[in-house]
């Protein structure tokens, strides 16, 4: 569906998730991809990114850019969350139409699930239930970005998706304990005890949460990976069925980087969702799984933390 020579305008390229989608779309030989940076187009701009695109007319656009973060970020920013991933995904929605853009892939997240879903995470669920409190305002964001691709799809006869990915991690990730997710979080304060050889860790809530985690650059394969395919599914969970308790993450990266701390819990900080694993019967339905184990790609991704200290 894609070759090798059309255009292809990845917006957010230089955030995680976008990063890796650029290194492996020039790993794989595609030699028309189109960034910009914020500075030279304000993606909150409606009529600027509609100029932008009728300009470079590309044949599909990846939107990885976002306002992301934790927990703490989330909760105490709803405003700025919601407005600012509306205002990026509609923009590039609505321009890539007004464009003349016929595929379009949006990274969507896998909080626009209801709270107290059943496990694992099927797509149908979408939109059953109440959200989870914490980043309900990011999930509402993500969640009017998946019905605009799904319904302009069905309106326009386009070939716009969104992929739904776990827990991320990976290269470019946000080490800043006040904006970053759980598992980046983790590994800056598991590795600042050790080189301060102090005793204890910290988590937040009880520990007994669930996550499954992703590997960015598996993601990254699997964007490209749907990128080239037609899909009947406007939607489709990215997993990699990489599941432990927040504490059982805690306790496997003081193993990698052989340290013992006491762990102590913050019950006055939130939990989040009880548990939260994707159902992945549809992406494996296509063909596709992720390839990276959680020991390799931590050692990668622990490489690329020790660069950013």
Known sequence: MIAKND??????????AGSAILKKLKLRGYK????????????????KVEIFLKKKKPKIVIIAAARVGGILANNNNKANFLY???????????????????NLIFLGSSCIYPKNVKQPIKEKSFMTGKLEETNDAYALAKITGVKMCKDYSKQYNLNYKTLMPANMFGANDNYN????????????????????????????????????????????????FFMKKKTKESFINIGSGIEKSITGFAKFIMKKLKVKLKINYDI?????????IL???????????????????????????????
């Open 7 to 16: 255009k292809i305008f990845l917006a957010g390229h230089n955030g995680m």
């Open 32 to 47: 028309k991809i189109i960034t910009v940076s914020k500075s030279k187009l304000n993606l909150l701009d409606q009529k």
């Open 84 to 102: 600012e991933n509306l205002m990026i995904q509609t923009n590039l929605i609505h321009s890539s139409f007004l464009a003349g853009v016929k």
């Open 177 to 224: 304990l006040k904006s970053s997710h759980f598992f980046p979080a983790l590994i800056k304060k598991i590795h600042l005890a050790k080189i301060n050889r102090k005793k204890k860790l910290t988590i937040w809530g009880n520990g007994k949460a669930k996550r499954e985690l992703l590997f960015v650059d598996d993601f990254a394969d699997a964007c490209i």
């Open 268 to 276: 006055s900080k939130p939990n989040g969702m009880k548990r939260k």
């Open 279 to 309: 159902d992945l019967s549809i992406s494996r339905k296509y063909g596709w799984v992720s390839k990276t184990s959680l020991d390799k790609s931590f050692d990668l991704v622990y490489q690329d933390f020790v660069k950013y200290l």
